[in-house]
């Protein structure tokens, strides 16, 4: 009983529980992390920044210098009306001639980016009842998928956890039972980084004709995490042969790509040494002070669990 009114008024730190206090220095951390990242992006991208800067003031100088008759202004204007273009996804160059952004190819590009929480935004609604219907369409779209997503990871990890049973059996005797998931979850990584990061990038860097390879790796990568920032869209330069079956099989890579990410964390989640959350769970400390239900979750507590089966004096 007295481990019992422990468990129901855990020590605390600095006034909290064990686990809000570890989730307050994770908070803590996690600003630290955010602060970091930007102070690196900054050192790293800054230079190029202002690089670029000048080469567009000097670039926009020389054309007035060399086209006197149009004005600053006027310059400024169709600058402007180009940028917005731009951003819609429209192109005002010349030779971009990749057809319309609302193809049947596209458009189920843009459905599928949409639904999945990529959203690269390089093509986006501009009629009222486009945004409308954008808007209603995700909301039905993005549980469809995650339900689809839920029930294809569920059959995944059938064969997935037959093969951790056939490293169990060979590799029992010689490895811990988490040295043997940590196996099971390297195998599974490097299985999808190959098929779906390190190949693809390479059929992505043969088709695009602007693309190196560690241009298209980061595509993937960009992708697949669902970050989608659309600063490389698959099938957008000019004169792209095949665009409507590129985009649709485009399609396919990111659906199939994403299932196989899931499984991933599945599998990650599944190694109990590896689930950090546990460390900010508020039943770590039993923080509800109900010690009816710490009685229950009690193992060595008296009284019937409700979970267990009770047995007759005849049995």
Known sequence: MQDTLERAHPRLFCGMSRSSFLCLLYFLFYALYLILGGLAFAAIEGPGEQALKQEVALARQAFLAQYPTVSDNDMEELIQEVIKASNRGVSASKNATGGPNWSLGQSLFFSCTLITTIGYGHVTPLSKEGKLFCMAYAVVGIPMTLIMLTAVVE??????????????????????????????????????????????????????PEWDYLDSLYYCFISLTTIGLGDYIPGDSPNQPYRPLYKVATTCYLLVGLMFMVLTLTVFHDIPQLNLGTFFALQKDTNTRDLEKVRLQDPDGSGPKYTEKKTSPQD
Do not use: C, D, K, N
């Not at 059996?169 to 039972?177: H, I, M």
């Not at 196996?183 to 490097?190: E, Q, S």
């Open 155 to 208: 059959r995944l990890m059938l064969p997935t956890r037959s093969l951790l049973e056939w490293l169990q059996r060979r590799l029992g005797r010689v490895y811990r039972p988490l040295g043997v998931r940590l196996i099971h979850l390297t195998l599974l990584v490097v299985f999808r980084v190959t098929v779906f990061m390190l190949i693809p990038a390479g059929v992505f860097a043969y088709i695009e």
